[in-house]
């Protein structure tokens, strides 16, 4: 398979290709996080040139008039962005789905143009496994009955069948992928068993240039303190606003293109998409889908004869929910030694996954309310669209005045009567963090919360509860929010 940007520039080749020769309108391409999203923009746009390309979703905004740098072409684009009426639209699950699923005209307006489609959706493996069934469901009701097409796009394909009806059966693009995997294979994966933290930092500490990737938040906080002082080393994880991160893998992409010594300690949100090359990667316990995509950060572009992937179990860190029943169904698939990146494998471990799951596929019974409304013709569209939520709505934001352009949309928020569009513009500057902890800092003034268009922002006023080695420092009372991972 491709890597970096042509795996990207593939799948739309791909998609424009079937869409002209099959008389489609346009293109949507599908990804999973606001972390990659504008890395594949900006690929598109250098092919097909700015007024091609639309991007949706909460890191980018459109100049309004008024603003400094306002044009007749920014406000077509604006404009094209509600409805999603250009060539090639980029997105997120978040939007797409929800879109699909929702009951504000706000939202719904964009769907029409869904007919007649190509919708792509990269790292197809991260739609969430308890909203399964219904986003499948909504996928297979543009296909069959909207004439649009769907590319599930990824290293890792889900087992679906079973999960899509009879009559519309999935089908393989590529020729031969068993052929393929042998022939562009690029890493070998090996197994450390039980290791602690200061084995393992000293295993990291050995290396020239290596990613290791752990579980938590807390995990990568514990292992970037046992290694502190070392200049080389890089911590990443959700606890940066997106534009600190964005500087962060840009310094991380100079050093391995230089050769310079490059050590990262990361969360999970540095696998999907993300266009970073290591020798040597080390990954704690997971899923096989997960550990796929972290071998996709080692030799990605294939200079080595074969990169090292090294799995792990992490001592004192336990694994809890998704985690624990992913690296459960790993385990079952790999009992005799099997190939763990090999395309049977991954099958195997996706079906297993989803025997373990269950009823879990729809955990919030969404396809049975919807069977029932649909017997009645009385859909209750405004509870579906509640409950359909790919993001949990119990974190917080706060906006981190992380550089001078966030400090100057503070005091536009500040001073402004009406300053609009200003809360999507900080969304690059925008940590999530649970409630409690909003609240203590909150209670101990190290926030500030603005009325801002009739609505709240909360900015953190305290600059020392913010690090460039980490981002948003924990609360003092961080025992264990930390063993849930928040991309």
């Known amino acids: 398979m491709p890597t970096g940007g042509g795996k990207t520039l593939s799948s739309l080749a791909f998609a424009l290709q079937h869409a002209v020769c099959n008389g489609l309108e346009r293109v949507v391409y599908v990804v999973p996080f606001t972390s990659i999203i504008e890395q594949n923009a900006a690929v598109f746009r250098e092919a097909l040139g700015d007024e091609a390309v639309v991007e949706h979703h909460s890191n980018f905004q459109y100049p309004r008039e008024g603003d400094e740098n306002w044009d007749k072409g920014s406000a077509s684009l604006g404009l094209a962005t509600e409805n999603w009426d250009a060539p090639l639209i980029v997105t997120t699950n978040v939007q797409f789905f929800e879109s699909l699923f929702a009951n504000r005209s706000s939202r719904c307006r964009k769907l029409h143009s869904l007919s007649r489609s190509v919708v792509i959706l990269d790292e197809a493996q991260m739609i969430p496994t308890d909203l399964l069934k219904p986003s499948l469901a909504a996928l297979w009701e543009l296909v069959g009955n909207y004439g649009s097409t769907v590319v599930l796009c990824t290293a890792t394909q889900p087992a679906l069948q079973g999960l899509v009806p009879p009559d519309m059966p999935a089908k393989e693009i590529a020729p031969d992928p068993a052929r393929l995997f042998e022939v562009l294979r690029r890493v070998a ?4 068993g039980a290791v602690e933290d200061g084995k393992l930092a000293e295993e990291i500490s050995r290396q020239h240039q290596a990613l290791c990737i752990v579980n938590t938040r807390s995990h990568a906080r514990d292992l970037h303190d046992l ?17 600190h991160r964005a500087k962060v ?24 998409g993300v266009d970073v090359d290591f020798p040597v990667v080390l990954r704690a316990a997971t899923g096989l889908d997960s550990l796929a995509q972290a071998a996709g950060r080692c030799n990605r572009e294939g200079r080595l004869e074969c990169g090292r992937v090294f799995l792990f179990d992490p001592i004192g860190h336990p694994l809890r929910g998704w985690f624990e029943r992913t690296a459960t169904a ?7 030694g099997a ?13 297993t996954l989803y025997d373990l799951e269950g009823g879990g596929l729809d955990k919030m019974g969404i396809m049975g309310r919807i069977a029932e409304g649909g017997s009645k013709v009385q859909f209750q569209f405004a509870e579906l669209a509640q409950t359909f939520r790919m993001i949990e709505e119990d974190m917080m934001s706060v906006v ?3 550089d001078e352009e966030a400090f100057q949309y503070v005091r536009h928020a500040r001073s402004s009567q009406t300053p609009y569009g200003l809360l999507r513009k900080v969304q690059p500057y925008v ?4 409630p409690w902890e909003f609240l203590d800092l909150q209670k101990n003034h190290q926030m500030e919360v603005l009325e801002i268009n009739g609505g709240t922002m909360a900015v953190l006023a305290d600059l020392s509860c913010y690090s460039d080695e980490v981002g948003l420092q924990p609360s003092a009372r961080d025992g264990h929010a930390g063993e849930v991972l928040i991309f």
Not at 232 to 241: D, P, T, Y
Not at 249 to 272: F, M, N
Not at 330 to 336: I, K, Q, S, V
């Open 189 to 192: 994966v090996s197994q450390l």
């Open 249 to 272: 893998l840009a310094e991380v992409r100079r050093r391995l293109r230089d050769g310079a010594p490059c050590l990262v300690v990361s969360t999970q949100l540095i696998e999907a």
């Open 330 to 336: 790993a385990n079952m698939t790999l009992r005799g």
């Open 227 to 243: 290694l502190q002082g070392k200049e080389e080393v890089i911590h990443l994880s959700g606890r940066m606003c997106p534009r």
């Open 400 to 402: 981190v005045p992380w």
């Open 431 to 434: 940590v999530q963090i649970p």
């Open 339 to 351: 190939d763990p990146l090999s395309p049977k494998s991954m099958e195997q471990y996706f079906a």
